[in-house]
Nanobody, 114 residues
Framework: VQLQASGGGLVQAGDSLRLSCAAS????????MAWFRQTPGKERGFVSA????????YYADSVKGRFTISRDSAKNTVYLQMNSLKPEDTAVYYC????????WGQGTQVTVSS
C-alpha cells in the first residue's frame, strides 16, 4: 500500500490549503483514515480522522473548527481542508489509518508564515 500525501506549501497566516492523500494498492472500505503531523524533534501527532464507511469525523482540539477532513471513496482519497492557518500548524503532514498500520509515505510540508 502506498499513501501519497500532497497539497502542502508555503502560505501566510490566515490562508487555506487542501491536502490530499491518495491510497494505492488497497481500497479502504472500512475503518478510519487519519491525518497526522510532525515537526522536528517532536512525535508525529494526530490531527484528524474520518470513518471511511459512514463519514464520522474527529479532530484534535488544536484544529477543531478550522480543519475539515473528508473522503472520496471512489477515488480512494482522503482530504484535509485547512482554513485559518496559523504558524503553529507548520509541520510535515502525513496520512495513514488511524491505527498507523500502513507504511508511512513521505508526507507533505506545510509552512505557515506569520
Amino acid at each position: 500500500v502506498q499513501l501519497q500525501a500532497s497539497g502542502g506549501g508555503l502560505v501566510q497566516a490566515g490562508d487555506s490549503l487542501r491536502l490530499s492523500c491518495a491510497a494505492s494498492g488497497r481500497t479502504f472500505s472500512s475503518g478510519y483514515m487519519a491525518w497526522f503531523r510532525q515537526t522536528p524533534g517532536k512525535e508525529r501527532g494526530f490531527v484528524s480522522a474520518i470513518r471511511v464507511n459512514g463519514g464520522h469525523t474527529y479532530y484534535a482540539d488544536s484544529v477543531k473548527g478550522r480543519f475539515t477532513i473528508s473522503r472520496d471513496s471512489a477515488k480512494n482519497t482522503v482530504y484535509l481542508q485547512m482554513n485559518s492557518l496559523k504558524p503553529e500548524d507548520t509541520a510535515v503532514y502525513y496520512c495513514n489509518t488511524y491505527w498507523r498500520d500502513e507504511v508511512w509515505g513521505q508526507g507533505t510540508q506545510v509552512t505557515v508564515s506569520s
